[in-house]
Structure formats: structure tokens, C-alpha cells
């Protein structure tokens, strides 16, 4: 006979959980803005341009902290969003 959960990957989850109360950490979008610049840092010639992106990107994310209406199912689309709209306003 097979396991209960078998075929299910929601019903094990259920089981995990209800053993054990699984940590929810939420990566903030600041986490992301570094990351992606990090990365743009190494391909881009003009480094304190990026720096410029960088420290506007994390501004923009301070200012729209805690809002509801700014929310995506991924938050590092959200961070590209905030990337972009730096990019704009700066280049």
C-alpha cells in the first residue's frame, strides 16, 4: 500500500508542517537590487554608474516599503522593476 501522501505533493507539505513549523524568511527586495548591480557591476565599463543605479534602486526600495499595492509573486521581477525605473531616472 502506498503512503497517504503519495501522489500529492500538497498533502506531504501539510504533513511536514504539521509536525513542524517550517521558517518563513522573506528576502528583502534591497537583497535583490544588490544582486542583480553585483552582477551588472562586472559587464558594465562604467562602475559608478551602476553604484548611481544602485543607491537610487535602494532608495526607491525604502520609499516603497510596506506598501501593498507594490507586490509581486516574485520579488526579484519587482527588484528588476525598481533596477529599471533607477536606470531611467539616472541615464
Do not use: Q
Request: some cysteine.
Amino acid at each position: 500500500m502506498l503512503p497517504a501522501w503519495k501522489g500529492s505533493l500538497l498533502r506531504l507539505m501539510s504533513k511536514v508542517c504539521d509536525v513542524e513549523r517550517l521558517p518563513i524568511s522573506k528576502i528583502s527586495l534591497k537583497y535583490y537590487v544588490k544582486m542583480f548591480t553585483t552582477k551588472l557591476r562586472k559587464n558594465y565599463t562604467d562602475a559608478s554608474y551602476v553604484d548611481a543605479v544602485e543607491a537610487y534602486a535602494a532608495m526607491l526600495c525604502d520609499a516603497i516599503a510596506g506598501r501593498k499595492e507594490i507586490v509581486g509573486k516574485n520579488p526579484a521581477c519587482v527588484a528588476v522593476s525598481v533596477i529599471c525605473v533607477a536606470d531611467e531616472h539616472i541615464g
